[in-house]
């Protein structure tokens, strides 16, 4: 069976943790497509050239301890809006969207540009405020220095570059089911992407 669900929506949504359940609930691989940008970043930090770097990336960069902080963040949304960055890694993802057995990808792009023609598109949005300060309670453990303020302005930074670049820009599928998790706990959030593809798959089967 061919069937990719695609998750899009701006920087700590729930995209990610979405998409780990339905994968888990329903067999599905995974993939956080975030994680090769930020890979990719990681490599430019350490002094390569942003296309060499997407070029290269390896097995070892994507299982790096260290891709989930603020600063890699940015350094991940500014090489992907660098069109050849995109090319690079476009193959990649569009192979494990349509692989055998089922696949969940999150990102910003992939109802749009990786898998057009997904069975299932989810749009993941949630207040500014909420999402920097579900993302602050993940980074202070290792930054106890650092302030929802802060944590906010990046992301606002990071959203501004993604929606309004050229190549592949963060936007909704026309067709994507919007899903607002500003008052949605987690398991709620889940219940309703869980009930969307379980639907979807229905009617394939229909
Ligand atoms: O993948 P993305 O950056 O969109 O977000 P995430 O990593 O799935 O979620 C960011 C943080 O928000 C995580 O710590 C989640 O546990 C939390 N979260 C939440 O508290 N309530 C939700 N409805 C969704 C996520
Ligand atoms: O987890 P969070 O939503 O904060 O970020 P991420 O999904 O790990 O993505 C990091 C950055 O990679 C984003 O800000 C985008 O600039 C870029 N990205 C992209 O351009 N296209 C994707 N499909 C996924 C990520």
Do not use: W
């Amino acid at each position: 069976m061919i069937f990719t669900v695609a998750i899009d929506g701006p920087a700590a949504a729930g995209k990610g943790t979405i998409a780990k359940a339905l994968a888990a609930h329903f067999g599905f691989a995974h993939l956080d497509t975030g994680l090769l940008y930020r890979a990719t970043g990681r490599r430019v930090m350490d002094g390569e050239a942003p296309v060499a770097a997407a070029e290269n990336l390896a097995a070892d960069d994507l299982a790096r301890t260290d891709l989930r902080t603020g600063d890699v963040g940015k350094a991940a949304s500014e090489v992907a809006a660098v069109p050849e960055v995109r090319a690079a890694l476009l193959q990649f993802q569009k192979a494990f969207a349509r692989r055998e057995g089922g696949a969940v990808l999150d990102g910003r792009d992939i109802g749009t540009v990786i898998c057009p023609k997904a069975e299932v598109k989810l749009f993941v949005t949630a207040s500014d405020e909420r999402r920097a300060q579900r993302r602050h309670r993940e980074l202070v453990q290792a930054d106890p220095s650092l302030t929802v303020d802060q944590v906010l302005a990046d992301l606002k930074e990071r959203d501004a570059r993604d929606a309004a670049r050229d190549a592949a820009p963060m936007k909704a599928a026309d067709d994507a089911l919007l899903l607002d998790t500003t008052d949605l706990a987690i398991d709620a959030a889940v219940a309703q992407a869980v009930e969307a593809v379980g639907k979807a798959l229905e009617q394939g089967r229909g």
